[in-house]
């Protein structure tokens, strides 16, 4: 029997700026290990809908494994192993009942690296489709032209459907990566560092795309640049991988406060660029 994982009402939380927030995703003292190794420690956060919250923080702080744990990709490595609670509307995505391609349905994944499949670009982007349904020509048709839309990429692509994604550009890729993922309706969409890749025209189209799909979308980005961090994110959260703080969450606020005036002198340090 698999866990209902389908929208509902949550409590609401109330920042400085009144702004009433519905979390969709709810982390709980949440740790993780590499074997011995700890990535993560007791990190408390919550994903609110419809924003884009940054993860940010120097090498070896736990940023991409965190981004894994929201949609259990993590485990995948099989050497992973997660203490805590993760709840995407209000239900526990690592409950033993948990349905675990809904999940990973609702939460879609973008990796630095484009990853287009050796297939058409309609079969791209219907890939994920056909494994959860068997649609008909028509929608399939629709939800193709649908995604491509919605990844700025359809006016590109819509005279050579049948071309390899191979054949396109490292900036195309990453937007029909982009599709193949909104094509299975997620609620989330997790990115980590999808612009690192990327030349800069590409990266400012990614990122002028992700303010488009916040619009229908929870967007969580992993990312190293804190110029991009502060143009397309809400929130930020800043992982700390001092020695004795590895994997620990230091701060978590709204993008604009933490960019100007963060309150731990760490995080202070690091948006200033004095290390990381």
Same mark, same amino acid.
């Given at each position: 029997?698999?866990?209902?994982?389908?929208?509902?009402?949550?409590?609401?939380?109330?920042?400085?700026?009144?702004?009433? +927030?519905?979390?969709? +995703?709810?982390?709980?003292?949440?740790?993780?290990?590499?074997?011995?190794?700890?990535?993560? !420690?007791?990190?408390?956060?919550?994903?609110?809908?419809?924003?884009?919250?940054?993860?940010?923080?120097?090498?070896?702080?736990?940023?991409?494994?965190?981004?894994?744990?929201?949609?259990?990709?993590?485990?995948?490595?099989?050497?992973?192993?997660?203490?805590?609670?993760?709840?995407?509307?209000?239900?526990?995505?690592?409950?033993?009942?948990?349905?675990?391609?809904?999940?990973?349905?609702? @939460?879609?994944?973008?990796?630095?690296?484009?990853?287009?499949? &050796? =297939?058409?670009?309609?079969?791209?982007?219907?890939?994920? @489709?056909?494994?959860?349904?068997?649609?008909?020509?028509?929608?399939?048709?629709?939800? *193709?032209?649908?995604?491509?839309?919605?990844?700025?990429?359809?006016?590109? *692509?819509?005279?050579?459907?049948?071309?390899?994604?191979?054949?396109?550009?490292?900036?195309?890729?990453?937007?029909?990566?982009?599709?193949?993922?909104? &094509?299975?309706?997620?609620?989330?969409?997790? =990115?980590?560092?999808?612009?690192?890749?990327?030349?800069?025209?590409?990266?400012?189209?990614?990122?002028?795309?992700?303010?488009?799909?916040?619009?229908?979308?929870?967007?969580?980005?992993?990312?190293?640049?804190?110029?991009?961090?502060?143009? *397309?994110?809400?929130?930020?959260?800043?992982?700390?991988?001092?020695?004795?703080?590895?994997?620990? +969450?230091?701060?978590?606020?709204?993008?604009?406060?933490?960019?100007? !005036?963060?309150?731990?002198?760490?995080?202070?340090?690091?948006?200033?660029?004095?290390?990381?």
């Amino acid at each position: 029997m698999s866990m209902s994982l389908s929208p509902q009402q949550s409590s609401v939380r109330s920042t400085s700026l009144e702004e009433s +927030l519905t979390p969709v +995703l709810r982390v709980r003292d949440l740790s993780c290990f590499y074997g011995r190794t700890k990535a993560l !420690e007791a990190v408390s956060m919550e994903i609110y809908e419809g924003k884009v919250t940054a993860i940010i923080g120097p090498s070896g702080c736990g940023k991409s494994t965190f981004l894994k744990t929201l949609n259990r990709i993590g485990e995948m490595e099989s050497n992973l192993r997660i203490q805590g609670k993760i709840e995407l509307f209000g239900k526990d995505i690592y409950d033993r009942k948990v349905n675990l391609n809904l999940v990973r349905r609702l @939460v879609g994944m973008i990796f630095q690296q484009p990853n287009p499949f &050796a =297939m058409s670009i309609f079969d791209n982007v219907v890939y994920g @489709v056909r494994a959860f349904s068997r649609p008909r020509e028509s929608e399939l048709n629709r939800i *193709v032209e649908t995604s491509l839309k919605s990844a700025a990429l359809w006016d590109e *692509v819509k005279d050579n459907l049948d071309g390899s994604g191979l054949d396109l550009s490292g900036g195309q890729q990453q937007r029909l990566c982009i599709a193949r993922a909104l &094509a299975v309706s997620p609620k989330v969409l997790l =990115m980590d560092e999808p612009c690192s890749a990327l030349d800069p025209i590409a990266t400012m189209k990614i990122e002028s795309l992700i303010r488009e799909l916040q619009k229908k979308l929870t967007i969580v980005i992993v990312t190293h640049n804190m110029q991009q961090a502060a143009r *397309v994110s809400d929130y930020t959260a800043f992982f700390s991988a001092d020695e004795n703080r590895i994997g620990q +969450l230091v701060e978590f606020d709204q993008t604009a406060q933490m960019f100007m !005036e963060a309150s731990q002198q760490n995080t202070r340090d690091y948006v200033a660029g004095r290390f990381g």
